[in-house]
């Protein structure tokens, strides 16, 4: 195999960020770009810091990352290779944010805001989030895209008094629960959460580009923190033509 320092990145020894993080972006990224076909051996643990100047710890490091991520995987013996892209989507079934389980996963997330906005609840937001007369919600509208391909129509409601100012916060690309965490302080441990099969309307045709109407997964969830209290309500419509959503239940 030729050097894959030759087709990735180069590493930049005066960045912020760890120089095992930016190797294994660098692997990642021939991965997800598919410059490293499936099944393609990698070089040896020598080979790679060799090839890209770096030490057999940094190297290891940036592989283990990459096997929980499910990018790659090991044989005793024989080496690391480069697993199919994981399809199974297990959000649904964590209180981890869609992006955050997509990022875990070594898969690239797009979110474009449609709408972002302070305004009354409607009936169901303010029955689901325990509003009283006169509460407001930061309301969103969200288009969301994994590896380039459009996958998620949403729109949340969180109290507009647990969140001051989210209206006015950049949220383009970037993971709600990200910033609800950072700059809020607010954490999800649980969440209620339903499923159904839906036809999409000509409008939601329109903005996940479906050239004719496919059965949608519709997810329904209201997201608790630890006191109790309903931080987010969320109606999500999902494509599943590509993808399947995974649930893991314990006794």
């Known amino acids: ?67 929980r991520s499910g990018l790659i995987y090991k044989i005793k013996g024989r080496g690391a290779f480069v697993s199919a892209r994981e399809r199974d989507e297990d959000f649904v079934s964590t209180v981890l944010g869609f992006s955050d389980e997509m990022e875990r996963k070594g898969r690239t997330v797009r979110t474009q805001v449609l ?53 006015r916060t950049r949220l383009e690309n970037r993971s709600l629960y990200d910033v609800l965490r950072r700059q809020y302080g607010l954490r999800i441990v649980r969440a209620e959460r339903w499923i159904d099969a839906v036809l999409p309307d000509a ?5 996940l580009e479906l050239a004719t109407p496919e059965a949608l997964l519709r997810i329904e969830s209201i997201a608790y923190g630890p006191s109790g209290r309903p931080l987010e309500h969320y109606r999500a419509l999902h494509r599943c033509a590509t993808s399947r959503l995974h649930v893991q239940t314990t006794t």
């Open 115 to 167: 709408v972002q906005e302070l305004r009354a609840p409607t009936t169901p937001e303010a029955h689901a989030l325990a509003l009283a007369e006169g509460d407001q919600v930061v309301a969103l509208k969200r288009l969301r895209s994994v590896d380039g391909e459009l996958q998620l129509l949403v729109e949340t409601a969180i109290p507009a008094d647990l969140a001051p100012g989210l209206h």
């Open 203 to 207: 409008e939601t045709c329109r903005l």
């Open 1 to 67: 195999m030729n050097s894959l320092a030759d087709i990735a990145p180069l590493l930049d020894r005066n960045a912020e960020s760890p120089l095992w993080t930016q190797f294994r972006d660098s692997l990642r990224g021939l991965i997800l770009n598919g410059e490293l076909a499936i099944g393609a051996k990698l070089p040896t643990e020598a080979e790679l810091g060799e090839q890209f100047g770096i030490s057999r710890i940094v190297v290891r490091e940036a592989l283990a990352d990459l096997v």
